[in-house]
């Protein structure tokens, strides 16, 4: 069973910067691909960010990245220390939410679509003061 459990959400001024942390407590991390969506009241879940298992060939991950945070925020992981980080930069009050670590088991690139992630955390709150 895979526990995923999330971390450093907290009230942040507008233009400031923070960093989400997800650890990750089962065996062979290094095998599923990570991601971190979140939502806001009333809105739907959405997709923030992903990064793939690191590949045999390349040694490298794959990182995708919502449309609202790109070029703001960057998803990264330690395959030792067994957790996935979410630094966001240049936060807006739309960036308000609930953010969610999950894991996949999709091999190859990294999903982006729910359907894809079989465990969640709980979740942390993020919120964004004008």
């Known amino acids: 069973q895979v526990r995923l459990t999330e971390s450093g959400g907290r009230l942040v001024q507008a233009g400031e910067s923070l960093r989400v942390s997800c650890s990750f407590a089962a065996p062979n991390f290094n095998t599923y691909a990570m991601g971190w969506f979140r939502q806001a009241p009333g809105k739907e879940r959405e997709f923030v960010a992903s990064?793939?298992?690191?590949?045999?060939?390349?040694?490298?991950?794959?990182?995708k990245y919502g449309d609202s945070v790109k070029g703001r925020f960057n998803i990264s992981r330690d395959n030792v220390k067994n957790t996935v980080d979410l630094q966001m930069n240049s936060l807006t009050p739309e960036d308000t939410a609930i953010y969610y670590c999950?894991?996949?088991?999709?091999?190859?690139?990294?999903?982006?679509?729910?359907?894809?992630?079989?465990?969640w955390g709980q979740g942390t709150q993020v919120t964004v003061s004008s």
């Open positions: 999950a894991a996949s088991l999709y091999y190859g690139t990294a999903p982006v679509t729910s359907d894809y992630f079989l465990y």
């Open positions: 990064i793939s298992t690191i590949g045999r060939i390349t040694n490298i991950s794959e990182s």
